[in-house]
């Protein structure tokens, strides 16, 4: 799977849940929507095609912008991070 395919995958995910979500789930799925993009642009920008790549990427990125988060939010956050990944398998 390329990065542009994953990226597709992960945000159709989020996509396909608001029907059913809860709010901590749209809020957690709009906030990783950016994160996902900008590691995907970055990877494009790089010449990086390795999937490994790009989730560090967007787990660096939650990690940077943890002080606009509270730390129940983060912890939200990098819980749907996870299920998404597993999701998107």
Known sequence: MTIQEYEEKLLQLIDDGIDTATDDE????GYLRGHISLAAADCELENESQLLAMKE?????ISDAKSELSPSDECLIKL???ELQFSAK
């Open 26 to 29: 749209l809020f957690a799925g």
């Open 57 to 61: 990427k967007v787990e660096q990125s």
């Open 80 to 82: 749907y991070w996870k």
